[in-house]
């Protein structure tokens, strides 16, 4: 709630009239729970939660990492309750699209994998907090109930995908693959030459906003 693309698109949407909700997953930021104990469903039943309690006209929903694989995945779920309408864009920031398998487990080392399945967690350095990463056997075997790339991705919405090219976290490789899952649906890439997986600086800004423009 607090990181800097969160709060800059809290004041582009004040600027706009527009309402904005923005939250944190549990066991991250300000709410409450361990991070050990989150898996993919988890996090899709909280996002799915908040994303019904608004009522007052269709959503963008605006994802970055693991966010933008969550957005992906409640639009999957909405659409299969019949509630497709809901949502009419999606933002995608260096979206982390079956990061429990494809970005954790499959590039995890022999150690590592060995820590997850006999000791239950693997944790290793944050670049991003001082608390340490965490990743536990129930969320990668949870994760494997929720994958998208091995198939076409229907959004029923506008998609617009920013990803930056020196992204450690995410490369852009992943992002390609997205793009050639989506299917019908209009949806744009904007590849960041010199981007990081935060996307924080004001350019890079820039381009959430001048995508917000274009879904409205």
Do not use: N
């Not at 992943?174 to 019908?184: D, I, N, V």
């Amino acid at each position: 709630m607090d990181s800097t693309k969160a709060s800059a698109l809290d004041a582009e949407a004040e600027r706009r009239g527009l309402g904005l909700l923005r939250f944190d997953y549990s066991g991250h930021g300000r709410s409450d729970g361990r991070l050990e104990d989150g898996t993919v469903s988890r996090w899709l039943e909280e996002t799915l939660a908040l994303v019904r309690a608004q009522s007052e006209g269709p959503q963008i929903l605006v994802g970055s990492s693991m966010g933008g694989y969550l957005s992906l995945l409640a639009v999957r779920a909405l659409s299969k309750a019949g509630e497709a309408e809901r949502v009419k864009g999606l933002i995608l920031i260096a979206p982390a699209v079956d990061f429990t398998e494809a970005l954790i487990w499959a590039k995890a080392p022999d150690e590592a994998r060995r820590a997850i399945m006999d000791d239950g967690v693997w944790r290793r350095p944050s670049a991003y907090s001082s608390e340490p990463d965490c990743f536990t056997r129930d969320l990668i075997e949870d994760g494997r109930k929720h994958l998208l790339l091995g198939g076409m991705i229907r959004t029923g919405a506008p998609t617009a995908v920013l990803q930056g090219m020196r992204d450690e976290d995410v490369p852009f490789s992943h992002a390609l693959a997205l793009m050639q899952r989506f299917g019908g649906d209009p949806a744009t890439l904007t590849l960041v030459k010199d981007g990081d997986h935060r996307l924080s600086r004001p350019q890079d800004l820039q381009l959430m906003f001048d995508a917000l423009e274009r879904m409205m």
